[in-house]
């Protein structure tokens, strides 16, 4: 009995010890999934608490204001904040290059022809996602410009693919297409005949790589030592879980951490850690896998948002320039860096209950 009252006073004990990060995204992705689930952050004493933000305008309100302490958002966005509005915002790292980013619609539109004259459903008309749908239906004759199509505000992705599916908003405004992401996707070719979206075009068959997802912060987390302490140990867990999901030796743990974080089928799970570990689109950072920005993507995301008049800066700004990573830079490296060697000095395994955990 005092033995057992020990075990529960330990277990307390480190209940309390964990630290609390303050996380804000638009999805569960793979990476946090299997973090999550898989017991990544609480082995390295964090108690990370998840917010799903509504639209990109609310999430950057609250990286700025300090209601999060960090953010995985489009980097395109965190492109808009810094250079358009001069906000303090900091990327440390990215995630994926465009998680089976699709133009999505609802079953009687077949093709992006007949999207001529109706509204597209976006988070916002000035978010990275708006200029690559504004690339893609370029390329099928469609422009903004010469009002071939419109934009309608509804929200993040989650908000977006309920419209879809339903063919409306709560409203009852009738909707046609948007962009989708993971896990959406996916779960929008799971369901039924004549209830699931068309894909009509893939952002990679146009362009890729797109640095998508992006690990991002205030500034000033940087240069305060407990939030840089505090980032470093969340960046670690995230690295561990990322290098776990991309091991094909760990995929049954893999896709039974997505079945429980996502509360799918193992069939549909396991088309989802497909569309994770896809090489082009999935979440990776080649050539390492390290959360490096990939300096081809992201000026990627440059080009098309300048294409589309999304800048406000002198047409000489250099843009390169801007983008090579630094102290006081769009991107630092710094927190990620440590986060690594962290890692390489405190591995982090995580605790998967599968066979897979006793052929390590």
């Known amino acids: ?90 990327v440390i790292g990215q995630l994926d290059q465009g998680p089976d980013l699709v133009l999505a619609s609802i079953p009687s539109i077949t093709s992006i022809d007949q999207l001529k004259g109706k509204p597209i459903i976006v988070d916002s008309p000035l978010s990275g996602y708006a200029y690559l749908l504004q690339d893609v239906l ?7 410009a010469n009002n071939d199509y419109y934009f ?29 992401t993971y896990p959406f996707t996916v779960e929008g070719q799971a369901l039924a005949p004549g209830q699931a979206p ?61 079945v429980k974080q996502l509360g799918v089928s193992e069939a549909v799970a396991a088309q989802e850690y497909a569309s994770a570990t896809n090489l082009l689109s999935g979440e990776v950072s080649p050539p390492l896998n390290d959360f490096s920005v990939s300096s081809k993507g992201i000026m990627n995301d440059v080009n098309i948002r300048k294409q589309f008049g999304g800048f406000s800066v002198p047409a000489t700004f250099d843009f390169a320039a801007a983008l090579v990573p630094g102290v006081g830079k769009l991107i630092d490296y710094s927190v990620k860096n440590a986060a690594i060697a962290q890692y390489k000095k405190h591995p982090l395994t995580g605790n998967c209950t599968l066979s897979c955990k006793l052929r390590r």
């Open 138 to 144: 370029a390329t099928h004759g469609l422009t903004l």
């Open 198 to 258: 068309n894909i009509l075009a893939r952002i990679s068959d146009v362009v890729a790589p797109v640095t998508s997802s992006a690990f991002t912060i205030r500034q000033s987390s940087l240069s305060n030592k407990a939030e840089n302490a505090l980032l470093t140990r969340f960046m670690a867990s995230m690295y561990a879980a990322n290098k776990f999901l991309l091991n094909p030796k760990f995929k049954p743990c893999s896709i039974q951490a997505l």
């Open 1 to 90: 009995m005092q033995s057992r009252s020990l075990v529960l006073a330990s277990l307390v004990a480190c209940a309390q010890a964990l630290d609390t990060v303050q996380y804000g995204a638009f999805l569960a992705t793979a990476t946090y999934s299997v973090a999550n689930q898989l017991g990544f952050f609480t082995e390295n004493g964090l108690n990370v608490v998840y917010n799903q933000v509504p639209n990109s305008t609310a999430a950057f309100a609250s990286i700025l204001n300090g209601q999060y302490d960090i953010l995985t958002a489009t980097v395109d966005n965190a492109l808009n904040y810094r250079f358009n509005q001069n906000q303090n915002v900091t």
């Open 152 to 180: 309608m505000t509804v929200g993040g992705t989650p908000q977006r693919f309920s419209a879809l599916v339903h063919e409306a908003l709560p409203n009852g405004t009738a909707v046609y297409a948007t962009i989708l």
